[in-house]
């Protein structure tokens, strides 16, 4: 897409959102088994096709690309919405073409690009993402995938082995899934074991490719989130002091404050122009995409994790209560700093 297209698509998913996706609907939907409201990813695949973004014609996609479907995670960072765009039409679909195996693109990206089908990456060890917590032998899976997005609501897996990528089911033998609490209540996690589980490989690439790749991919989907919600904090803080009056006058009005949300407005306008940079970068597999991606994962989290912070202190006592949703934007901001791990400057060749 042109510049121009890329905004308009903005302004359509951010339009569609704002009517569906308001915060007492998140709230509803963060009680429930699922986790997001059904309606809503719906909605979002058939009126704007999301998750057919960044699968190309030939499999039932809308064949744009990485830039446009990063474009719909930071979108939904602005709202919290707990659909699966990130762990499905993202991390899935993604896996799935870098496998470099068709017979499994036209197998599976169909039903993943209508949205009519979930899959979730399993892929962590109890430690983390430098290691793989199933191991493979003789097509059946052994192991604990940990911390997987959306977990116990997906019917496709995908599973990261050391051995390669494997595709297996929710309902396959062996496979127990547990939903786990986190810190983020508008993101489900679950913990899904294999005992002996039957399961096809995808393709023949190395997985640790896989693997570095799949983390570049998640750390800029990341960074597209982090800058989403943080501008939505600042929006928010800004909002707020307008109105808040005390001593007769807007607090937002007193220079103390106006110079915090100056800086925070840097932060965010800053970390938009590196996530945007790492998505283009991961897009295209640029040369630079290893550093431009850590570069937005460190950046916008800090830069997340800070706004979140100064939106309580400035909204007062009101942040901290249940009812207000900047404890959601805190939670978030300290839950994505872990997810995927923190990310390690890469090491240039000599």
Known sequence: MSSNELLEFRTSVRALLAKHATPAAVR?????????????????CEQVGVAALAVPEEWGGAGAGLVESLM???ELGRTLAGVPMLGSAVLGVQAILLSGDEQACARLLP??????????????????????????NDGKLNGAAHYVLHGAQAD?????????????????????????????????????????????????GGPAALRTRLREIAWAALAAEQV????????????????????GRPIGSFQALKHRMADMYVLVESAEST???AAQAVAEN?????????????????TFSHVAAETIQLHGG???????????????????????GTGRRPVAAA
């Open 28 to 44: 509803a939907a963060m009680d429930t088994d699922l986790g997001y409201d059904p309606k809503l990813w719906t909605m979002l």
């Open 72 to 74: 719909v995670v930071g």
């Open 111 to 136: 039903g993943l690009a209508e949205g009519s089908r979930t899959a979730a990456l399993c892929w962590a060890d109890a430690t983390g993402w430098d290691s793989a917590g199933v191991s493979a």
């Open 156 to 204: 496709l897996l995908l599973v990261l082995t050391d051995d390669g990528l494997f595709e297996t089911t929710a309902d396959a033998p062996g496979v127990v899934i547990a939903s786990t609490p986190g810190l983020d209540p508008t993101r489900k996690l679950a913990v899904i074991t294999f005992a002996d589980t039957p399961a096809t490989r995808i393709g023949t």
């Open 228 to 247: 989403g919600a943080a501008r939505h904090c600042l929006e928010m803080t800004v909002e707020y002091t307008a109105s808040r009056v005390q001593f």
């Open 275 to 277: 996530a945007l940079a």
């Open 286 to 302: 640029s040369d630079s995409a290893a550093e431009d991606v850590y570069v937005a994962r460190k950046h916008c989290t800090e």
């Open 318 to 340: 009101i942040a901290i209560t249940w009812e207000h949703d900047a404890h959601l934007y805190f939670k978030r901001a300290h839950a994505t700093a872990e997810l995927f």
